[in-house]
């Protein structure tokens, strides 16, 4: 009589664990990893944004494009974390305060809308390395587009935008 109910007991629990596995498995299985076309589609928002926002004039610098406008702030001197030499608009900013204003701007009225975090910055110049503009935390996974803007042969800026999830 014991023998046989120590033989039902190992089949109880052999079952349990069997169905212990088995859940363990369907969470698994059943779990989406960020597939490859989020991953892409995320790349092409920020290849877009980066391609409209470049793109795009601004009235207070005699309707210069904003890549224009970069260009001059790129070839602008630092002194002290302050802008030296950039170029004005015809509001009375220099061009490095007005690429950050618009792009702060544009950023915050479309990702900030949307409320997703990002990591704007550039680099290769010292001027337009002050510009870093960012929403949230961008410690986990994130997807971007980076694209080099020609200031003068040999001389470029790269403009990066990382969307964070």
Not at 129 to 158: K, W
Request: glycine residues 10%; charged residues 20%; aromatic residues 6%.
């Amino acid at each position: 009589m014991a023998r046989g109910q120590m033989e039902i007991f190992g089949l109880v629990i052999i079952v349990i664990l069997v169905a212990v596995g088995l859940l363990f498995a369907v969470t698994i299985i059943t779990k989406t990893p960020v597939s490859e076309e989020q991953k892409i589609k995320v790349t092409m928002q920020a290849k877009n944004f980066l391609n409209t926002a470049l793109g795009t004039s601004i009235p207070e610098c005699g309707n210069r494009e904003l890549r224009q406008v970069l260009q001059d702030c790129a070839l602008a001197g630092v002194e002290n974390g302050r802008w030296i030499g950039a170029g004005e608009c015809g509001d009375g900013k220099n061009s490095c305060e007005k690429v950050q204003e618009f792009l702060s701007l544009m950023l915050r009225d479309t990702f900030g809308a949307w409320g997703k975090n990002y990591d704007l910055f550039m680099k290769n110049s010292q001027a337009v390395e002050l510009i870093h503009l960012a929403e949230g935390s961008c410690a986990g996974e994130r997807e971007g587009a980076s694209r080099p803007e020609v200031v003068r042969s040999n001389f470029y800026v790269t403009v990066t935008l990382h969307l964070c999830s």
